[in-house]
């Protein structure tokens, strides 16, 4: 069964172990205790999580597939699927939203591309909100209410600089604090990063560690346009990166008018996403980077099918 349409994105191939979706991993996405998921199956082993998002060649999500369409390879190596699920499971959201001063004449479509997500929401999903411009700053906790923060986002002003890099890494903190155990982040952003302490490289590091998908919408100016800064130039790029390695999808922006459409489809694949379970035949406890592949069984009469999965995980230590 065929469900929505997905904009336009960029896969990486399936030989590529994995550009692909799953948000597994990182030490956050282990389970070692026991647990109760839904159904009142209770593991009592260390479970990787990985998140998978299936799309055909228009792009549009796919759902109706079970647990056998799915193969997973760690390292290369065949997974069994320990546990699998295609329901809507509750979320723990961050907004990280760019009120530098290039936003000013964007900011109103941002609000509305807010509001658009938020329509997504479930009763039992968080959400924060993380605003940045000179230097990154917590505006609304966690909470349910999500009206809280559509009305935070109505005084917004834009000005300073844009410190997007601290903005995510702010994110990243605030998200260990979240109550679900499927997490993602969306940044709304005109830019690359101006103005931050932590620098690129520490902040994939972080995102590789952790266990949060996330997702950019890059309201850019055209490439060759006068108003495009030198920042500018390197977003697109910092945005796709730092989505891909979490399995989640970057969307750049030139019309405005796109933006609410883009957001409402980014919460509509976070609704429609298959969770797939294992416990690594790699008994090591080393604390290494553990590369994940999730390759489809083509399902008869549908069109070739993609997958995104997050790009792996690390081992545990202890």
Partial sequence: MLLGSAPAAQCADEKDAGASSAKNAGKGNETTVLEDRGGNLR????????????????????????????????????????????????????????????????????????????????????????????????????????????????????KGKTALLDGVYLAMNQMKKAHNPRKAILIISDGGDNNSRYTESEIKNAVREADVQIYGIGIFEPIGSRGRTPEESMGPGLLSEVAELTGGRSYNVENLNELADIAAKIGIELRNQYVLYYSSSNPVRDGKYRHVNVKLVQPRGLPPLKAFFRLGYYAPTQ
């Fill in 43 to 158: 593991v009592d082993t260390t479970l990787i999580q990985i998140n998978v998002t299936v799309t055909d060649p228009l792009n549009r999500f796919v759902t109706g597939l079970e647990k056998e369409h799915f193969r997973l390879y760690e390292d290369k190596v065949e997974q069994k699927i320990r546990d699998f699920s295609s329901e809507d499971a509750p979320l723990s959201i961050g907004l990280v939203f760019d009120t530098s001063g290039s936003m000013g004449p964007k900011l109103q479509k941002s609000r509305q591309a807010a509001v658009q997500f938020f329509k997504t929401a479930n009763p039992e999903d968080e959400f924060f909100l993380v605003e940045f411009s000179d230097r990154p700053d917590l505006v609304v906790p966690f909470t349910a209410d999500t009206d809280e923060i559509q009305n935070r986002l109505n005084f917004t002003q834009s």
